[in-house]
């Protein structure tokens, strides 16, 4: 029992008990993007072999598409090498998922704040089921590519999953539940590759698919419902309304989605969600981009086959997820701008000496502290972000999130690759290492948001 307002006797659940729920949700999170993950990894390494099938088929539309490819790499000069046009044209396949993610994230958060997180979840899975079916079925690149656009509409179970853990009462469950999402990243991006690397390119969307329905049927068993009825947005028209202004890049960096909703974030608070908005924008648009060229940079200085680039991020992945698992799911609430100012300045000193470096030890020690500052920003910079707004807005603050993440995706590959090949390695590196700044000084003088509430 427990003193309410006005001195009233209102029962509250047990503490063990609420702590008990709130780790069983992590938990069921956590597993069900594990194996959406898994489903979505393996088709990295076949990219190059499936779309080189297409081509020895002659299929029109990739003809297309890969006339547009040649176009761009002479644009910037990038040397006629089969390898290397494999990474642009998977680049240009990845963009254009992240475009649909960026469309369609803000979307889902928006519905799910009227409706609830169950509903969209499964509804977002069931999508992403048809898209591997589809690919499982294809034999042309026109049903490919149809497969890969139905999987980024319906991607929306992400920006669900940190808006999940958003709706978690206490600051340390909801930091730890990021940290957990981020370990799943790393786990997904470093086993998914490995498993599809040893299987036929025929066997792996049936895998994929096995997986997608292992995880709708796992969450529709064991996922409950985190917003209540009596803590949603009133109305899906509402929901819509603020979503549309996330089809602006800049209507999206300015959140008008969550100022214009009910109960906004007022005043310091709105200000400060704004800039934890355009730093996670910054820091996605140049560590995807440097991310990307590393492809290049393995194969084109220290000759690096197809299986080392493999064992390569296979160590990053690794390293991420021991960190994610051993510190950064410790780190206390209100503590996240230092470990992720902390970690932005790392990623200064790593990519000098990956873009420099010329021998392997060199490389391996800028690999190391990327994979340390890439394991802390993004989980650290979520569970900030979750601290923003009402019960209802959750949805829409973390689909937001999650659409400026997708619009770096989007478009930093394609900026880093155009200044890798047109400037050098050493010239991009630095260019890019420098501009780490910028989102480092946006977070000086900005303050945790439990700290902004208390002293609104």
Same mark, same amino acid.
């Given at each position: ?6 001195g009233?006797?209102?029962?509250? *659940? ?8 709130? #780790?069983?949700?992590v ?16 088709l990295?390494?076949?990219? &190059? ?10 299929? $029109? ?16 000069? /990038? ?7 494999? %990474? ?10 992240? %475009?649909l ?17 169950r &509903? ?10 048809a !898209? ?7 034999e042309?690149?026109a ?6 656009v139905?999987?980024?509409?319906s991607?929306?179970?992400? !920006?669900? @999953? ?6 978690l009462?206490?600051? $340390? ?12 990243? @790393? ?6 590759? /490995?498993?599809?690397?040893?299987l036929?390119?025929?066997t792996? &969307?049936?895998l994929?698919?096995?997986?997608? %329905? ?13 917003? $209540? ?17 996330l089809?602006? *890049?800049?209507?999206l960096l300015?959140?008008?989605? %969550? ?37 290049f940079? #393995? ?7 197809s299986?080392?680039?493999?064992? /390569? ?7 991420m =997820?021991?960190?994610?698992g ?29 873009g ?10 800028g ?9 802390v ?5 979520? !569970?900030?972000v979750?601290?923003y ?19 770096a995706?989007?478009?930093?590959? /394609?900026? =880093? ?8 390695? $050493? ?5 890019c ?14 303050? &945790? ?8």
């Amino acid at each position: 029992m427990g003193w309410g307002a006005g001195g009233s006797c209102t029962p509250r *659940p047990p503490i063990r008990q609420q702590l008990a729920s709130e #780790a069983r949700v992590v938990t069921v999170v956590f597993l069900g993007l594990l194996l959406d993950l898994l489903a979505f990894t393996l088709l990295l390494p076949l990219l &190059p072999g499936l779309l080189e099938s297409h081509g020895r088929a002659r299929d $029109p539309l990739y003809g297309s598409w890969q006339r547009g490819v040649d176009w761009f790499a002479a644009a910037i000069g /990038m040397p006629v090498e089969k390898r290397y046009n494999s %990474v642009l044209f998977g680049g240009l396949i990845g963009s254009v998922f992240s %475009v649909l993610q960026f469309l369609t994230a803000p979307l889902t958060g928006a519905i799910s704040d009227c409706l609830g997180r169950r &509903p969209m979840m499964l509804l977002s899975l069931a999508g992403l089921a048809a !898209s591997y079916a589809v690919w499982a079925a294809s034999e042309s690149f026109a049903a490919f590519l149809a497969s890969r656009v139905i999987g980024g509409i319906s991607k929306g179970n992400v !920006s669900l @999953s940190t808006a999940i853990v958003a709706d978690l009462g206490s600051p $340390p469950a909801r930091s730890r539940g990021m940290a957990v999402i981020g370990v799943a990243f @790393s786990l997904g991006f470093t086993l998914g590759p /490995m498993l599809g690397a040893s299987l036929p390119v025929e066997t792996a &969307p049936w895998l994929a698919l096995l997986f997608a %329905v292992s995880d709708l049927l796992f969450l529709f068993c064991f996922l409950p419902e985190t917003l $209540p009825p009596e803590k949603r947005a009133p109305s899906i028209t509402l929901g819509f309304r603020a979503a549309a202004d996330l089809l602006s *890049p800049l209507a999206l960096l300015h959140f008008s989605a %969550v100022a214009r909703g009910q109960d906004p974030p007022s005043g310091e608070r709105l200000s400060h969600l704004r800039r934890l908005g355009l730093v996670y924008f910054l820091y996605l648009f140049l560590f995807s981009g440097l991310e990307y060229t590393l492809s290049f940079l #393995a194969h084109q200085r220290f000759q690096f086959s197809s299986l080392q680039q493999g064992k /390569m991020f296979f160590f990053i992945g690794l390293t991420m =997820a021991t960190i994610q698992g051993a510190y950064a799911r410790r780190i206390s609430p209100g503590r996240e701008i230092a470990a992720v100012k902390r970690a932005i300045l790392l990623l200064v000193p790593a990519f000098l000496l990956i873009g420099w470096g010329h021998t392997l030890p060199v490389l391996g020690l800028g690999l190391l502290l990327y994979s340390f500052a890439a394991a802390v920003v993004v989980p650290c910079l979520s !569970s900030m972000v979750a601290g923003y707004g009402s019960p209802g807005q959750k949805g829409t603050v973390m689909g937001t999130l999650r659409s400026l993440g997708a619009l770096a995706r989007a478009v930093g590959p /394609m900026v =880093a690759a155009s200044g890798y090949w047109l400037a050098g390695a $050493p010239a991009c590196f630095t260019v890019c290492s420098g501009l780490f700044l910028l989102p480092f000084f946006l977070l000086r003088n900005l303050r &945790p948001p439990a700290q902004t509430l208390k002293a609104e």
